[in-house]
């Protein structure tokens, strides 16, 4: 059973990151390609997806749409791991649907780091969940508020790399950088909401 | 005829006068002095009975003639009577001899002879009967008294003489007299009808005869002295005769001949009455309270398409219009003994359903006691009057609208006099009245003075000369000028103008019209001003600028941006359809294609770009703005065409195009740059801290160095994303504007 899929057109960096993770005591699978990470879903599901998004021919947003309309493979968590530059577009578009984002280069601390957080998180959303269904809490609500507790984290973190490549203001508030208001708007709704729940979930 | 007619009526009169004469004479073989006194009693009896008839007839009297007679009778029985009583051997008067009968006789026969004189002398002359009757007693007492007391009348007998030659002489003229009578009756018989005439000539002849037998007698109780005593009685019958006739049956029979004569006229009336009445076209007719017919003509009956037959008798009520029902009600109730007779106009239902009007005049007819008992009207169909009427009063009214709304008004000049008389719908449109102005009437100054602008008083003034110095009897003109109304407000009116000529053909009177045009005149204006506006905008567009028929799709006007864009004259281009600005015949159908639809969807057609081509053959780019035109009715009349050139904007279009695409390579390319960068870094950090951990802080350092200037390029990517989103989202920069794609400018802008 693979717990880690990691998905790059850079054979050294597959090379380097299954050296990491694999020491961390995670199986770890690499493919150099979109078509080939949709094919091995297809049949493994891994525990987490760790995504490059410039790959020739189909880039990583392309294999995120894929995945998300794929009924085997669309809650399977990713984590998107790239040297692009985000857009705040992008985080519009697709901080529903990933679970993590870290910009290379890092250190193997670091990606340990991003790592076992999710799998922290993971375990901690799993042991909420689970009480909560315990007490009869309906699923809908529970789903909510699992992608609401993953939404609020990618989006933070995304919104704090943007602050550190636009510079300036504060990463809290979304600062004053216009470009950024829809973002914020975003989070802001996504806490509120996660606030609610929060209460429903811990009963 | 006639005389037997009499004799018949008198058969039995006759027949007892015989019989009596007869008597008479038998007596006197008795004797004599019965026989007188017989004869002489009666025949005063007679002349009495004369009297009598006369006098209480004399209103019935044809004329005056008989009346005379009767009463000389009663005068001349009166002296008969003393002649009677002074007979020979009555020995009521004694001493006197036979002297005193005999001049008694013949005062008595002249009195009767006179009075046949006079009397047809009287016929034409007012009879004062009262008069003659003291005349007569006067002249009775006159004889009387020469008789009796003065012994002066001449003696008629000597005893033993016998009659004196005065008495004989007497009775000569005596009846010379009555012979004389017999003519003046004879002239003047047109007043008498023939057998009353023959009568009385009979009686008169009678007397006569009478008289020459008393001519002959020695004795007085001789045989000549019995005939002329039945002669005499036989004379004042026949007067009797002629009296009764005359004045007692004729007066009866003309009562009854007249009475019959009046029923005759009556039946002959009521004839000609009736047939007025039929041959009537009005309705005619009599009716109970109940309305139960009694009579009604054949005009009414046939109007209801009926007899009078199956009318009368029987009740009938036409059907009156249901709005009319209480006015009819409260016409009839109305109707009282003091107020019997009213008309009234109301519609009824024809069988048929058609509603008519109709007049009536109807009478109620009372009773002594005022009690109603019937109706008797008088009536006809006025349905067309009415409907001429009403025509007319719409006409009259339709006219006095279209014044109003035309604000129109009548006047008239009299040219003599210089007056001018006005209306109150003239003084309306003055913004004044009668009341204000004193009157209709007002001198030509005064008008002038007081309403035409001074600035305009010469126009009116040369118009009136015109009219007064015309000989042309349609001279009509026409003139505009300012008044100022009573308001102060200053209007604009046209006046248009006739003449009345005189039969020397020289105006005595100008009539006219003065219409308030002011409303008019300022829309004229206003007009004027939007089509100026209109035609200065049109004119002074950028864009080339037409204005095309409807079918066929002529150019009726264009602009002179039109004539700079596409290089023609508008000589050149007006009249013609717009084929040739099209590039070829397959575009002009793309074109219409394109914009007919939403013609026909009713929709407005967005601005949308078409190829077009100039006069030197260039084919160009334009935008195009279509707006169909309307008529009044809503039919589609033509179009408004906007054509700009946007040559410039295409060309800008596609610089801006192709700097965007190449600013999109760009921001990839730097995209891609920084992700290529940063992976051989990923790899280095990533086998440096795998393999060599004791020099990661060294390298770390060289490669976050690295990292900073990367991401200070991804910082400017960023930015430049967003704005690039930013122009695509707002200015469609970029896009492609492919051709005859309604495209909303607003968005530009």
Redesign the interface.
């Known amino acids: 059973m693979t717990d880690i899929l990691l998905v790059d057109d850079n054979p050294d960096i597959c090379r380097i990151y299954h050296r990491m993770l694999s020491k961390m005591g995670y199986a770890v699978e690499t493919v150099e390609s979109g078509a080939e990470a949709l094919s091995g879903l297809a049949e493994d599901r891994p525990a987490l997806v760790l995504l490059d998004l410039m790959m020739e021919p189909m880039d990583g947003w392309e294999v995120l749409r894929r995945m998300r309309a794929d009924d085997r493979m669309q809650d399977v968590p990713v984590i998107i791991l790239t040297g692009k530059m985000l857009t705040p577009d992008d985080v519009l578009r697709y901080g529903d649907q990933i679970h993590g984002f870290v910009m290379k280069p890092l250190r193997r601390a670091d990606l340990e780091d991003v790592v076992r957080e999710f799998f922290l998180e993971a375990e901690d959303i799993e042991a909420r969940t689970r009480n909560a269904r315990e007490r009869g809490v309906d699923e809908a609500t529970i789903r909510e508020y699992v992608a609401l507790r993953h939404q609020v984290r990618v989006l933070t973190e995304m919104r704090g790399c943007l602050d550190r490549v636009l510079g300036g203001g504060d990463p809290d508030t979304g600062g004053d950088r216009p470009e950024l208001a829809d973002i914020r708007t975003r989070l802001d709704d996504a806490k509120a909401r996660l606030g609610e729940l929060e209460t429903v979930i811990a009963g | 005829m006639y005389r037997n007619g009499w004799l018949r009526a008198h058969l039995g009169s006759v027949g007892v006068l015989g019989v009596f004469l007869l008597i008479t004479a038998l007596t006197s073989l008795y004797s004599y002095l019965l026989f007188h006194t017989t004869a002489e009693l009666f025949s005063i009896i007679i002349a009495g009975a004369i009297f009598i008839i006369a006098w209480n007839s004399r209103e019935y009297l044809d004329n005056q003639y008989l009346l005379f007679l009767g009463i000389g009778y009663l005068f001349i029985a009166g002296i008969d009577l003393v002649h009677t009583l002074a007979y020979s051997g009555m020995n009521i008067f004694t001493g006197y001899g036979a002297n005193l009968p005999t001049q008694l006789w013949i005062a008595g026969r002249s009195l009767e002879a006179a009075t046949l004189i006079a009397a047809p002398l009287m016929i034409r002359r007012r009879l004062y009967a009262r008069l003659l009757g003291v005349v007569y007693a006067a002249i009775f007492a006159l004889l009387m008294a020469s008789i009796f007391w003065w012994g002066i009348f001449p003696d008629c007998y000597i005893e033993g003489a016998g009659l004196t030659p005065f008495k004989i002489y007497a009775e000569y003229v005596i009846s010379g007299a009555l012979a004389l009578s017999i003519l003046f009756l004879w002239q003047r018989r047109e007043a008498f009808e023939r057998d009353i005439l023959d009568l009385v000539i009979l009686s008169i002849i009678a007397t006569i005869g009478s008289e020459i037998a008393f001519t002959f007698y020695v004795s007085v109780y001789g045989f000549s002295n019995l005939v002329g005593h039945l002669l005499k009685i036989i004379s004042f019958a026949l007067i009797y005769f002629a009296l009764v006739e005359s004045g007692i049956r004729r007066p009866y029979d003309l009562i009854f001949r007249n009475l019959k004569q009046n029923e005759e006229e009556l039946r002959r009336s009521e004839e000609r009455f009736h047939a007025i009445i039929e041959d009537q076209t009005e309705f005619i007719c009599r009716f109970l309270p109940d309305g139960t017919h009694l009579f009604v003509n054949e005009a009414y009956a046939a109007y209801f398409d009926m007899s009078p037959e199956e009318l009368v008798g029987r009740s009938f009520r036409p059907t009156i219009h249901p709005d009319d029902r209480e006015r009819v009600r409260a016409f009839f109730a109305s109707l009282s003994p003091d107020h019997p007779v009213d008309s009234i106009e109301h519609r009824i239902i024809m069988p048929g359903g058609e509603v008519r009007w109709q007049w009536w005049n109807d009478r109620a007819i009372f009773d002594d006691q005022g009690h109603l008992i019937e109706y008797q009207s008088v009536g006809r169909d006025i349905t067309d009057r009415k409907q001429a009427r009403e025509a007319l009063e719409e006409n009259r009214r339709q006219l006095e609208e279209a014044m109003d709304l035309a604000h129109m008004a009548r006047w008239e000049f009299d040219i003599a006099s210089g007056i001018f008389t006005f209306n109150d719908r003239f003084y309306a449109l003055y913004a004044t009245t009668a009341g204000r102005e004193g009157g209709y009437q007002m001198p030509a100054e005064v008008y002038a003075r007081e309403f035409v602008h001074p600035d305009d008083r010469h126009v009116v003034a040369d118009e009136v000369e015109k009219a007064r110095e015309t000989r042309d009897p349609r001279f009509m003109s026409r003139i505009e000028h300012r008044i100022i109304r009573r308001d102060g407000e200053v209007r604009s009116m046209v006046v248009r103008t006739g003449v009345s000529l005189d039969e020397a053909g020289r105006p005595v009177k100008t009539h006219g019209v003065n219409q308030d045009i002011t409303e008019r005149r300022e829309a004229e204006e206003e007009l004027q001003r939007e089509k100026d506006l209109f035609e200065s905008t049109f004119e002074s567009l950028r864009d080339a600028a037409f204005v095309l028929g409807a079918d066929p799709v002529v150019i009726r006007m264009a602009n002179a941006a039109a004539e700079k864009i596409f290089g023609y004259s508008r000589d050149e281009m007006v009249g013609r359809t717009t084929g040739f600005l099209h590039v070829d015949e397959a575009a002009l159908a793309r074109f219409h294609e394109h914009v007919y639809p939403f013609l026909e969807r009713g929709e407005s057609i967005p601005r949308f770009r078409f190829t077009m081509k100039r006069k030197d053959g260039t084919v160009f780019p334009t935008e195009n703005a279509m707006t169909p035109l309307y008529g009044p009715e809503g039919a589609h009349t033509g179009w408004i065409s906007l054509v700009r050139d946007i040559t410039p904007e295409v060309e800008a279009e596609r610089r801006e195009e192709q700097a965007m695409r190449q600013l999109e390579e760009n921001m990839e390319q730097l995209?891609?740059l920084?992700?290529?960068?940063?992976?051989?870094?990923?790899?280095?950090?990533?086998?440096v801290?795998?393999d060599c951990p004791g020099t990661?802080g060294a390298v770390?350092k060289q490669?976050e160095r690295i990292?900073d200037i990367?991401?200070l390029l991804?910082?400017g990517?960023?930015?430049s994303?967003?704005t690039w989103?930013f122009l695509h989202r707002h200015y469609h920069l970029g896009d492609e504007t492919p051709e005859l794609q309604g495209k909303d400018t607003e968005d530009r802008e």
């Open positions: 995209a891609t920084n992700d290529q960068i940063r992976n051989p870094l990923a790899v280095i950090v990533g086998l801290d795998m990661i770390m490669a990292n990367i991401t991804d910082a990517w960023v930015r994303e967003k989103e």
